[in-house]
């Protein structure tokens, strides 16, 4: 896969994933806040519980969803900087030739 169709999909993953991970951090948010005042709002406290710690299948698919696009992430983020590092290091190597060649 080229570099610029692994950065699109990289760019495309991470829009999706941020709703993801947005969730995820607000629900710990509000699990820490009902550890320490205790109920707040009880409807989205048990929302908060089961989306972040357990609950029906919908969370478990959620929890699914997010370890998957966190892995594909990373995939894709570390293939653009093997990429990144060879063409860096390409361009050094054809800089030295030149540099060499003028001296």
Not at 4 to 19: D, F
Not at 28 to 40: C, K, V, Y
Request: proline content about 3%.
């Amino acid at each position: 896969m080229t570099e610029p169709t692994l950065r699109l999909w990289h760019r495309r993953a991470a829009v999706c994933l941020a709703v993801f991970l947005l969730a995820q951090g607000a629900s710990g948010l509000w699990i820490s806040l009902l550890n320490a005042f205790g109920t707040l709002w009880p409807g989205l406290d048990l929302w908060a519980y089961e989306a972040h710690l357990g609950g029906p299948s919908w969370a478990t698919y959620y929890r699914a969803a997010l370890g998957l696009g966190e892995c594909f992430m990373i995939v894709t983020g570390g293939l653009i900087y093997v990429q990144v590092r060879k063409r860096l290091k390409a361009q050094k190597a054809r800089a030295g030739k030149v540099e060499g060649g003028r001296s």
